[in-house]
RNA sequence: CGGGGUAUAGCGUAGUCCGGUUAGCGCGCCUGCUUUGGGAGCAGGAGGUCGCAGGUUCGAAUCCUGCUACCCCGACCA
């Protein structure tokens, strides 16, 4: 049939583009490297928005909205923070169009900017500037301010969600008067990353710090969520940097402290982006199509009747009535998918490419029984339950697929992460995917080496790792920990 | 930005080499009837600036020139 997906053994990425395509995620739009996210993509990033913005809130931070535009000016105050996003910002230089006199339109040339504008890759400058206005003392402080907004980076190439040139985001951005404060803001956003990803997404995460050549461009230092994917590359998931008083000082962002001192204030940024959503497809997914864990699933239960008559029909949706309405008072989406249009075979296999996850059947040989078929998308087991009790059966059934989803995650996650003492031994496991723990010299040099060589990086360096004397895998010189390669997306 | 490829209906494609009827097919779409426990069947129907702009020719989807977009492989990245 049409919805024919191409399996994860012939190709990943095809199976990947494939799905996300047919189950109504996202499709190209006419813009290079910008994606129209669909309704049904949409009602997914919806409900990350909505745990990650309560998380957000319920340790103090609040949302707010800064400008699309940055003044060119703005963003050159910072000097490593140009320097890393220089070559993919995109530039408005004028304000006016008009016609060519050909039936088409040019840019008015007298329009324009005095000072060119810059379409935000991240918004640190414009925000570091308005700081400046509403932080005088330490009373303000600490300012814990998220926004969630699209941001553009003109990539050279693109995968839907993986990397667009716009994409959606949320940006955190905090003061602290102290180091210590910023720090543990860091590693408090990590935290909630962290929880999100695990107990939402479903994808286990490793925890850590990226290397200095993989830290933001203007941060002190980087900590990051790393996940493996099906493939054995690695995804980072999300990062919270510590930036020191780098923007502080770039912006002149200064406090009176309680002895009456003017200081730099201390500062953190961090963000989840639309990303997640491939995350979220590439963890789970068969070659079925989508698996939603349940937290997230726009759709938790799709109900599909069989029937031949319309009495027959009606009979049914009399009984899905009812167990709909119980269903919602346990906040449980469900759709009752009545379409004539289909047969139930068809439905079957589209609501498994969607990756709801629990499916009901009821036909008429279920209303002589009192039985309900429910189908598992995780598993794809079927069985026929008797209807007594079924909203509480489909409530428990949905907690123990997010913790399957979950589980089976980390069984691949743990099944794929490898240790290597040499180098011949590295460079093999490296080719077969998954994540490489190894020890390393603590060089930049031998890190960029080891990158040409074999395509893996380091993707984290542990926190709290566990301490041993160990040789570099590549220079030999002694190392005290190892750190975690991989290749990644 | 470098290398390779593609562009024909909503989607997938045949035709292009070697110019010549009304541009063909599958899926999807619309109407009707029959169907409905794993991707329904039959009948009828709608839908095309052949990526864009020039050129060659009696005649261009087909040949030539330029442009644009997209895909794959590299360097950049959440």
Redo the contacts with the bound molecule.
Sequence with gaps: ????LTTREENY?QWY?DLVIKADLAE?SA???SMVIKPYGYAIWEKMQAALDTMFKETGHQNAYFPLFIPKSFFSKEASHVEGFA??CAVVTHYRLKNDGKGGVIVDEDAKLEEELIVRPTSEAIIWDTYRKWIQSYRDLPLLINQWANVV?W????RLFL???E?LWQEGHTAHSTKDEAIKEAELILDIYGKFAEEWIGVPVLKGIKSPNER?AGANETYCIEALMQDGKAL?CG?SHFLGQNFAKAFDVKYLTKENKLEYVWATSWGV???LMGALVMAHSDDSGLVLPPKLAPIQVVIVP???KPEQLEAIREKVDGITKELKTKNISVKFDDR???????K???W??KGVPIRL??????LENGTI?I?RRDT?E?EVLQMADIAEKIDHLLVKIQDNIYQKALAFRDENTFYADTWDEFKDRVEKGGFVLAHWDETPETEVKIKDET?ASIRLIPIDGKQEEGKCIFSGAPSKQRVVFARAY
């Design positions: 049939m049409a919805k024919e990425s583009n190209n813009v290079r490297g070559k993919e980076r990539e050279m190439r693109t990397r667009t040139s994409f933001f980072q990062t982006s639309t990303r069989i029937y031949r004539d249009t289909y047969k139930p075979g068809y079957f296999a589209e498994e490419l059947a009821i036909g008429p040989r279920d078929e189908a794809l079927k395509k």
